[in-house]
T-cell receptor, first 114, second 116 residues
Framework: DGGITQSPKYLFRKEGQNVTLSCEQNLNHDAMYWYRQDPGQGLRLIYY???????QKGDIAEGYSVSREKKESFPLTVTSAQKNPTAFYLC?????????????FGNGTRLTVT | AQKVTQAQTEISVVEKEDVTLDCVYE???????LFWYKQPPSGELVFLIRRNSFDEQNEISGRYSWNFQKSTSSFNFTITASQVVDSAVYFCALRGDFQGAQKLVFGQGTRLTINP
C-alpha cells in the first residue's frame, strides 16, 4: 500500500546536536511538507517543496533545513540553532498544486531534546 | 493573511450526544478550499472532507455533517450520536492561492473526548 513513512517514531537528542528526521513517500506525489505540532498551537509549516531540487520556507523555518534530492524523500534537519526543538513533527505530501488536493500525512516523529 | 480559528480547545461529552466543532476562517482569496482532519492518538492526520469556496451545500456522511456558511466565514463540523471512537483532535484547515503560496493553514485544533 502507498503511504508516507516517517522514522523514527521517537527520537531523543542532547541539546547542541543536529538531528535529521526521515520522510519517505511512495505515492508519487510532487509536493511534500513538514509541519511542527505543539500543544494548543495546531500545526505550523516549517518547509515545503513542490518539486525536486526546490523548496520554500514556511512560517517557522528558522533553525531547520531540508533537502529534496529525490521525489520520494524530504528529510528535515533540526539544527542546534532551533531554540525549542522538542515537538511532534509531521511530514505530508500531495499529488499536485491543485487547491483541492488533500494532504496525506505520515505518523509523525516525536523529538525530545534535553 | 489567511487564518483559521477553532475557538473550542477541548470538548467533552457523553456518548450518544451530538457535538459541533466550530471553525472560522479569514482569507482574501475568492477561490479556496476548506478541510477537516482527524488526529487519533496514533498521531497521523486523517483527511475527512474538503469543500470549495463556491459550494455552500451542506454535506452529510453517516454520523458526520458539515455546514459551510460563506456569509459568516464558518465551516462547522457536527457529529451526531457520538461514539467513543470519535475521540480525537480535529483540525480545520484552509488552502488558497494567496500570493502564489499554496500552503495549508491549520487551526489550533479541538480535542474531543467522548465519555462512555
Amino acid at each position: 500500500d502507498g503511504g508516507i513513512t516517517q522514522s523514527p517514531k521517537y527520537l531523543f537528542r542532547k541539546e547542541g546536536q543536529n538531528v535529521t528526521l526521515s520522510c519517505e513517500q511512495n505515492l508519487n506525489h510532487d509536493a511534500m511538507y513538514w509541519y511542527r505540532q505543539d500543544p494548543g498551537q495546531g500545526l505550523r509549516l516549517i518547509y515545503y517543496s513542490q518539486i525536486v531540487n526546490d523548496f520554500q520556507k514556511g512560517d517557522i523555518a528558522e533553525g531547520y533545513s531540508v533537502s529534496r534530492e529525490k521525489k520520494e524523500s524530504f528529510p528535515l534537519t533540526v539544527t542546534s540553532a532551533q531554540k525549542n526543538p522538542t515537538a511532534f513533527y509531521l511530514c505530508a505530501s500531495t499529488s499536485g498544486q491543485a487547491l483541492n488536493s488533500p494532504l496525506h500525512f505520515g505518523n509523525g516523529t516525536r523529538l525530545t531534546v534535553t | 493573511a489567511q487564518k483559521v480559528t477553532q475557538a473550542q480547545t477541548e470538548i467533552s461529552v457523553v456518548e450518544k450526544e451530538d457535538v459541533t466543532l466550530d471553525c472560522v476562517y479569514e482569507t482574501r482569496d475568492t477561490t479556496y478550499y476548506l478541510f477537516w482532519y482527524k488526529q487519533p492518538p496514533s498521531g497521523e492526520l486523517v483527511f475527512l472532507i474538503r469543500r470549495n469556496s463556491f459550494d455552500e451545500q451542506n454535506e452529510i456522511s453517516g454520523r458526520y455533517s458539515w455546514n459551510f456558511q460563506k456569509s459568516t466565514s464558518s465551516f462547522n463540523f457536527t457529529i451526531t450520536a457520538s461514539q467513543v471512537v470519535d475521540s480525537a483532535v480535529y483540525f480545520c484547515a484552509l488552502r488558497g492561492d494567496f500570493q502564489g503560496a499554496q500552503k495549508l493553514v491549520f487551526g489550533q485544533g479541538t480535542r474531543l473526548t467522548i465519555n462512555p
